[in-house]
């Protein structure tokens, strides 16, 4: 071996290197953080096995939510903080994440930013971006925006069903405009808020408002509509917009015509569609699987996977917005008032790696580009996130494709005790994630200390 050859921190050896571009079988080195070299011969200190297993760029999941939205005191809201979500996260193979800031009513963006900062920095054990929910576009928020850019908060959250989006909508456009002139990457809930509320009253008038309806409170005519809106707005504003969890047929067509006609339109789906039905929703304690919007027929969950498949949807996000199963089946709820999101972050890459790759339904390289370099890509995190190159954080997994395990939310590391997919059998299954170098989960356990993940700033979005 020659003497030039520089020591390595960490080794990973025996393993087959996969990116989106393809996979071989050879060693890693990484020094100081970084991937140092690919191949060769390798000499330094620690050495991990990878044998039989798959070294992948870690996940970045873009959609998770570890701090609350506006809620009165003493009401239930989501469970996991950055501590926790975190701990999902490394278990999962994820290795940054995208937080969703919500200001509080007469907040600015800035201090809910800095709000959410502190808490991260005393928990967050994995990278992280923070996207800014704006909520009420009022003069203050949009003079914000060039600002938050020119610090490197390169995204914005709209959500298109709320009240003020209806109320505002002009200058909710205003703000997507902004948005994409200063290189952000506008994130968008897309579900119609009158054909939503609609649906809900009219259930509610027949005597069938319990969660058990919850699909037809949601119909897919309101995520239609919303996402050819959506569209429009992108279209009008020249801004690139980015549809968060889609979850129709319906909707993805509407989305495909958009990119057909070469506007900057990304679409993320969540896992949840892609493995699970409305009929769910109808069975006792369905209400445990709520989320918007909701989970809808199998030509839908068809129409998604062949999306993955052919690259019109980008990427996937968890949406992790993990509840107590008991306050998740609250019977005083209605589908008014039924409380969203479910806990996904330590599950998102296994059952897309068991249902997809291991099936066949998508490569080994689609699931790499879901997973991590299409994000990393879209927010403005890649080439430092989202592959595996001399130079690139070492942010990986180490996945064992023939680990199997039967999903058991109880011994999970989300608070909320539970899965949508306890029972499920799935195979792929994180041997070492390793963050920045740092081994952060090895033999089941989490080792990071938390306050080590670092805030990243974002450079060139989709949007530049
Ligand atoms: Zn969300």
Same mark, same amino acid.
Request: aromatic fraction near 6%.
């Given at each position: 071996?020659?003497?030039?050859?520089?020591?390595?921190?960490?080794?990973?050896?025996?393993?087959?290197?996969? +990116?989106?571009?393809?996979?071989?079988?050879?060693?890693?080195?990484?020094?100081?953080?970084?991937?140092?070299?690919?191949?060769?011969?390798?000499?330094?200190?620690?050495?991990?096995?990878?044998?039989?297993?798959?070294?992948?760029?870690?996940?970045?999941?873009?959609?998770?939510?570890?701090?609350?939205?506006?809620?009165?005191?003493?009401?239930?809201?989501?469970?996991?903080? %950055?501590?926790?979500?975190?701990?999902?996260?490394?278990?999962?193979?994820?290795? +940054?994440?995208?937080?969703?800031?919500?200001?509080?009513?007469?907040?600015?963006?800035?201090?809910?930013?800095?709000?959410?900062?502190?808490?991260?920095?005393?928990?967050?054990?994995?990278?992280?971006? #923070?996207?800014?929910?704006?909520?009420?576009?009022?003069?203050?928020?949009?003079?914000?925006?060039?600002?938050?850019?020119?610090?490197?908060?390169?995204?914005?959250?709209?959500?298109?069903?709320?009240?003020? %989006?209806?109320?505002?909508?002009?200058?909710?456009?205003? *703000?997507? &405009?902004?948005?994409?002139?200063?290189?952000?990457? +506008?994130?968008?809930?897309?579900?119609?808020?009158?054909?939503?509320?609609?649906?809900?009253?009219? #259930?509610?008038? *027949?005597?069938?408002?319990?969660?058990?309806?919850?699909?037809?409170?949601?119909?897919?005519?309101?995520?239609?509509?919303?996402?050819?809106?959506?569209?429009?707005?992108?279209?009008?504003?020249?801004?690139?917009?980015?549809?968060?969890?889609?979850?129709?047929?319906?909707?993805?067509? *509407?989305?495909?015509?958009?990119?057909?006609?070469?506007?900057?339109?990304?679409?993320?789906?969540?896992?949840?569609?892609?493995?699970?039905?409305?009929?769910? #929703?109808?069975?006792?304690?369905?209400? &445990?699987?709520?989320?918007?919007?909701?989970?809808?027929?199998?030509?839908?969950?068809?129409?998604?996977?062949?999306?993955?498949?052919?690259?019109?949807?980008?990427?996937?996000?968890?949406?992790?917005?993990?509840?107590?199963?008991?306050?998740?089946?609250?019977?005083?709820?209605?589908?008014?008032?039924?409380?969203?999101?479910?806990?996904?972050?330590?599950?998102?890459?296994?059952?897309?790696?068991?249902?997809?790759? &291991?099936?066949?339904?998508?490569?080994?390289?689609?699931?790499?580009?879901?997973?991590? +370099?299409?994000?990393?890509?879209?927010?403005?995190? %890649?080439?430092?996130?989202?592959?595996?190159?001399?130079?690139?954080?070492?942010?990986?997994?180490?996945?064992?494709?023939?680990?199997?395990?039967?999903?058991?939310?109880?011994?999970?590391?989300?608070?909320?005790?539970?899965?949508?997919?306890?029972?499920?059998?799935?195979?792929?299954?994180?041997?070492?994630?390793?963050?920045?170098?740092?081994?952060?989960?090895?033999?089941?356990?989490?080792?990071?200390?938390?306050?080590?993940?670092?805030?990243l700033p974002m450079a060139g979005t989709a949007g530049r």
């Amino acid at each position: 071996m020659p003497l030039t050859v520089p020591d390595s921190d960490l080794i990973i050896r025996g393993g087959t290197v996969a +990116t989106a571009g393809g996979s071989a079988e050879c060693d890693l080195g990484v020094t100081g953080g970084k991937i140092s070299q690919i191949g060769g011969a390798l000499r330094g200190g620690r050495e991990l096995d990878a044998t039989g297993a798959l070294v992948l760029p870690g996940a970045l999941d873009m959609h998770v939510h570890l701090s609350p939205p506006p809620h009165r005191p003493g009401t239930p809201t989501w469970v996991d903080d %950055f501590g926790t979500g975190s701990a999902a996260a490394m278990a999962g193979g994820v290795t +940054t994440i995208g937080n969703m800031t919500f200001p509080a009513e007469g907040e600015s963006l800035h201090e809910a930013l800095d709000r959410d900062h502190i808490a991260a920095r005393a928990l967050a054990a994995v990278d992280y971006v #923070l996207h800014p929910v704006l909520a009420w576009p009022v003069a203050e928020a949009l003079a914000e925006l060039p600002r938050l850019a020119a610090a490197d908060y390169l995204s914005l959250k709209l959500f298109m069903v709320d009240q003020e %989006f209806e109320s505002q909508a002009e200058a909710m456009i205003e *703000a997507v &405009r902004i948005a994409g002139q200063h290189g952000m990457l +506008t994130l968008i809930h897309c579900e119609d808020g009158a054909l939503v509320r609609f649906a809900g009253e009219r #259930l509610l008038r *027949a005597g069938r408002g319990g969660l058990a309806d919850w699909a037809a409170s949601r119909p897919v005519a309101a995520e239609r509509a919303a996402v050819e809106r959506a569209v429009a707005i992108c279209e009008a504003t020249g801004s690139p917009i980015y549809i968060v969890h889609l979850s129709s047929r319906a909707a993805l067509r *509407a989305a495909r015509r958009g990119r057909a006609r070469g506007l900057p339109v990304f679409i993320e789906t969540r896992p949840l569609y892609l493995y699970l039905t409305s009929a769910a #929703l109808a069975e006792p304690d369905g209400a &445990r699987l709520i989320g918007a919007p909701p989970l809808r027929e199998p030509a839908d969950v068809k129409a998604l996977w062949a999306g993955l498949a052919d690259g019109t949807v980008d990427a996937l996000g968890s949406d992790h917005a993990p509840w107590r199963l008991a306050d998740k089946l609250d019977p005083a709820q209605d589908v008014t008032t039924a409380r969203q999101g479910v806990a996904d972050l330590e599950t998102m890459m296994p059952m897309l790696f068991s249902a997809g790759v &291991r099936t066949g339904r998508i490569s080994l390289s689609r699931f790499v580009s879901l997973t991590s +370099t299409n994000p990393a890509r879209l927010f403005g995190l %890649f080439p430092r996130k989202g592959t595996i190159a001399v130079g690139s954080d070492a942010d990986l997994v180490v996945l064992d494709p023939n680990q199997r395990r039967t999903i058991d939310g109880r011994s999970m590391r989300s608070r909320s005790g539970y899965s949508a997919y306890d029972g499920t059998e799935v195979y792929g299954w994180p041997r070492y994630t390793i963050s920045r170098g740092d081994v952060v989960l090895e033999d089941g356990q989490v080792l990071a200390e938390p306050g080590r993940g670092q805030w990243l700033p974002m450079a060139g979005t989709a949007g530049r």
